[in-house]
């Protein structure tokens, strides 16, 4: 059964750092490229962040560039986000995402995780 828990979300304020944390389970993970997407309240989901899978090639939507570091460790079957200098309008539930489309690769395969809140308020 293919499960993608993450964690990590929560309140912090303007400026602040978190670190999201998505544990992946019944399939291959360090064959599929991984990535990050959010959804705010009244708006799209959209790309936060993706890394591929052999050559660890990451990218980023422009908004997060430098604030925000995609990484994955295919020992533990984890992919990470770490946010800094986080800003309001970064509010969000963040999935997780394993496969799919995106930035250089395209698997038939793809599996989201539930969810988590980031909240970013003063």
């Known amino acids: 059964q293919v499960q993608l828990v993450e964690s990590g979300g929560g309140s912090v304020q303007p400026g602040g750092s978190l670190r999201l944390s998505c544990a992946a389970s019944?399939?291959?993970?360090?064959?599929?490229?991984m990535s990050w997407y959010r959804q705010a309240p009244g708006k799209e989901r959209e790309l936060v962040a993706s890394?591929?899978?052999?050559?660890?090639?990451?990218n980023y939507v422009d908004s997060v560039r430098g604030r925000f570091t995609i990484s994955r460790d295919n020992v533990k079957n984890t992919v990470y986000l770490q946010m800094k200098n986080l800003k309001p309008e970064d509010t969000a539930v963040y999935y997780c995402r394993a496969g799919g489309r995106g930035p250089g690769y395209i698997y038939i395969d793809e599996y989201w995780g539930q969810g988590t809140r980031v909240t970013v308020s003063s």
């Open positions: 890394i591929q899978s052999t050559s660890g090639r990451t």
């Open positions: 019944g399939f291959a993970f360090g064959s599929f490229a």
